[in-house]
């Protein structure tokens, strides 16, 4: 029996689908899944095949994306200093007294506590191969020393409402009493640690008036009051206020401003492995976004772009806060992001964060379907993360350290196989000569796995375990693996959750 037969068993086969795994060594067919949500949001203005002179990420940045699995999304901004949950979302539905004072909230902030080795530290120790970081959320301000100015803003308190107003500043880190660039000090950081770079940018722009009215904007034109996701946030609490549309050249210069700051994030800090675009512009402005993708692969090819906003132009897009019942109907690769408190930034409850058992299954399940896992904490107004969450991090991280060889840089099986039941998830090598079988609740004295029939010579270990496991087979039953008296205790367990079954060609 050859190394494929050994992993797949004909009856096994039988069960896949017709489709098969991708090929490794060429980009598959590239569409993004009708069902994204951001997708549905641009498919009527941007083409479905992106023009001829684009190019996507390498095969090898795509294999990299593949092989890391797993990593931590930190969203961090002025929304902290005020311990506000879900990000800059409540300041859609802030009063215009309570919104002019939220703006000026910068001035005085110095988060004392931040100190990128430390983060960094702690997204080693949690297992992580990647960090995502905000550098600019919707807000509008900006976590790193731009050299760009915004030049239109809101005056919330002006005589008689709202007002548009000229100013010139930049609306970022460097104009509060800390002083830092904090995305420069953590990509240093994690190029010391050989750790990939995700920075995340927002599309749009709330704090420059010049942004109106794309993806939300508290200032909405005549037009755009009546789409229906605007009229959704404002049935939720959002205040918008109706400003006239903008003239070509503000338009001009948003999207000038948007293309300089790309292109700084892009050129300061060494290689970027994915840049986590969020949100959309709309239609007016797609021929000039489309420009800025194409600069993009100038001054970084390999970048992974997120398919916010650009639709079938990204190389990944990220399932929020659920990890897909089944293999996602795309050939894009996917990265599910999920708060491991109630949102993305900081959340002082200890009772609502999930569990290092919670990161672990849903890591396991979103691998075994081909995918990868991002969970999402956030620190303080100091710059310091929720104790708590930091603990369910290096559990995960401690589980990783025993289980990682199923998990880092695995392939799902095909079709079907990734899964028997609720209960036990699959991967695979890449060279095809192993599976691992994670049964996410103890087996007790046997597992039976029904899909697989290793060789006569196969050797089946349990990770963390050093003695091999007895196993046969069956065509009744299929494979079963003895689990020895020893480890019925816990305490002799390898580990607390979804145990690693290694089977492994002679």
Same mark, same amino acid.
């Not at 959309?280 to 390999?302: N, S, Y």
């Not at 996410?440 to 496991?469: C, D, E, N, Q």
């Given at each position: 029996?050859?190394?494929?037969?050994?992993?797949?068993?004909?009856?096994?086969?039988?069960?896949?689908?017709?489709?098969?795994?991708?090929?490794?060594?060429?980009?598959?067919?590239?569409?993004?899944?009708?069902?994204?949500?951001?997708?549905?949001?641009?498919?009527?203005?941007?083409? =479905?095949?992106?023009?001829?002179?684009?190019?996507?990420?390498?095969?090898?940045?795509?294999?990299?994306?593949?092989?890391?699995?797993?990593?931590?999304?930190?969203?961090?901004?002025?929304?902290?200093?005020?311990?506000?949950?879900?990000?800059?979302?409540?300041?859609?539905?802030?009063?215009?007294?309570?919104?002019?004072?939220?703006?000026?909230?910068?001035?005085?902030?110095?988060?004392?506590?931040? @100190?990128?080795?430390?983060?960094?530290?702690?997204?080693?120790?949690?297992?992580?191969?990647?960090?995502?970081?905000?550098?600019?959320?919707?807000?509008?301000?900006?976590?790193?020393?731009?050299?760009?100015?915004?030049?239109?803003?809101?005056?919330?308190?002006?005589?008689?409402?709202?007002?548009?107003?000229?100013?010139?500043?930049?609306?970022?880190?460097?104009?509060?009493?800390?002083?830092?660039?904090?995305?420069?000090?953590?990509?240093?950081?994690?190029?010391?640690?050989?750790?990939?770079? @995700?920075?995340?940018?927002?599309? #749009?722009?709330?704090?420059?008036?010049?942004?109106?009215?794309?993806?939300?904007?508290? !200032?909405?034109?005549?037009?755009? /009051?009546?789409?229906?996701?605007?009229?959704?946030?404002?049935?939720?609490?959002? /205040?918008?206020?109706?400003? #006239?549309?903008?003239?070509?050249?503000?338009?001009?210069? $948003? $999207?000038?401003?948007?293309?300089?700051?790309?292109?700084?994030?892009?050129?300061?800090?060494?290689?970027?492995?994915?840049?986590?675009?969020?949100?959309?512009?709309?239609?007016?402005?797609?021929?000039? !976004?489309?420009?800025?993708?194409?600069?993009?692969?100038?001054?970084?090819? @390999?970048?992974?772009?997120?398919?916010?906003?650009?639709?079938?132009?990204?190389?990944?897009?990220? #399932?929020?806060?659920?990890?897909?019942?089944?293999?996602?109907?795309?050939?894009?690769?996917?990265?599910?992001?999920? #708060? !491991?408190?109630?949102?993305?930034?900081?959340?002082? @409850?200890?009772?609502?964060?999930?569990?290092?058992?919670?990161?672990?299954?849903?890591?396991?399940?979103?691998?075994?379907?081909?995918?990868?896992? $991002?969970?999402?904490?956030?620190?303080?107004?100091?710059?310091?993360?929720?104790?708590?969450?930091?603990?369910?991090?290096?559990?995960?991280?401690?589980?990783?350290?025993?289980?990682?060889?199923? /998990?880092?840089?695995?392939?799902?099986?095909?079709?079907?196989?990734?899964? =028997?039941?609720?209960?036990?998830?699959?991967?695979?090598?890449?060279?095809?000569?192993?599976?691992?079988?994670?049964?996410?609740?103890?087996?007790?004295?046997?597992?039976?796995?029904?899909?697989?029939?290793? $060789?006569?010579?196969?050797?089946?270990?349990?990770?963390?375990?050093?003695?091999?496991?007895?196993?046969?087979?069956?065509?009744?039953?299929?494979?079963?693996?003895?689990?020895?008296?020893?480890?019925?205790? =816990? =305490?002799?367990?390898?580990?607390?959750?979804?145990?690693?079954?290694?089977?492994?060609?002679?």
């Amino acid at each position: 029996m050859n190394r494929r037969d050994f992993l797949f068993s004909s009856a096994a086969v039988s069960l896949a689908s017709a489709s098969s795994a991708w090929p490794q060594t060429a980009l598959p067919p590239h569409h993004l899944p009708a069902s994204d949500v951001h997708y549905q949001r641009t498919r009527s203005y941007v083409e =479905e095949t992106p023009v001829p002179e684009y190019r996507w990420a390498s095969d090898a940045a795509y294999e990299r994306f593949r092989d890391m699995k797993f990593g931590v999304r930190v969203h961090w901004g002025i929304y902290s200093i005020e311990g506000l949950p879900n990000e800059s979302w409540p300041f859609l539905a802030k009063s215009f007294q309570e919104r002019a004072a939220y703006n000026e909230l910068y001035k005085t902030w110095n988060p004392s506590g931040f @100190d990128a080795d430390t983060w960094l530290d702690l997204f080693q120790a949690g297992g992580a191969k990647m960090f995502s970081f905000t550098t600019k959320h919707h807000e509008g301000f900006s976590m790193y020393d731009t050299q760009t100015r915004v030049q239109s803003r809101v005056d919330w308190l002006a005589q008689g409402g709202p007002q548009i107003v000229p100013c010139d500043l930049a609306y970022s880190i460097m104009e509060t009493p800390l002083r830092r660039d904090v995305v420069a000090e953590l990509c240093a950081a994690a190029h010391k640690r050989e750790m990939a770079v @995700d920075l995340y940018f927002s599309h #749009p722009d709330w704090y420059d008036a010049d942004f109106r009215p794309y993806a939300f904007h508290p !200032l909405q034109t005549a037009d755009s /009051i009546t789409d229906r996701a605007v009229q959704a946030r404002q049935r939720q609490g959002a /205040i918008f206020t109706v400003a #006239p549309d903008p003239s070509p050249a503000e338009a001009s210069r $948003m $999207m000038l401003r948007h293309r300089a700051q790309v292109t700084e994030l892009l050129t300061r800090y060494g290689r970027i492995d994915m840049l986590g675009l969020d949100q959309w512009l709309g239609p007016a402005v797609w021929p000039e !976004l489309r420009k800025t993708l194409l600069k993009i692969r100038t001054l970084q090819p @390999d970048v992974m772009l997120r398919a916010r906003g650009i639709g079938n132009y990204g190389d990944y897009f990220t #399932p929020e806060r659920f990890v897909p019942g089944g293999k996602e109907n795309s050939s894009v690769p996917w990265f599910v992001i999920y #708060p !491991l408190g109630t949102s993305f930034s900081y959340d002082p @409850d200890p009772a609502k964060y999930k569990g290092g058992e919670w990161i672990v299954h849903n890591l396991v399940d979103a691998v075994a379907k081909g995918g990868n896992f $991002m969970v999402g904490i956030g620190p303080d107004g100091s710059g310091r993360f929720a104790p708590e969450a930091a603990r369910q991090l290096k559990q995960a991280g401690g589980w990783l350290r025993v289980n990682g060889e199923g /998990i880092y840089a695995t392939r799902p099986r095909p079709g079907e196989l990734w899964h =028997e039941g609720d209960t036990v998830r699959y991967t695979v090598a890449k060279d095809q000569s192993t599976t691992y079988a994670f049964a996410l609740s103890w087996p007790g004295k046997s597992l039976s796995l029904r899909t697989i029939r290793p $060789m006569a010579s196969s050797v089946v270990t349990m990770l963390g375990f050093k003695t091999a496991l007895a196993w046969s087979w069956d065509a009744a039953s299929g494979t079963t693996i003895r689990l020895p008296d020893e480890l019925q205790d =816990e =305490e002799h367990r390898p580990c607390s959750w979804a145990w690693v079954f290694k089977i492994a060609a002679s």
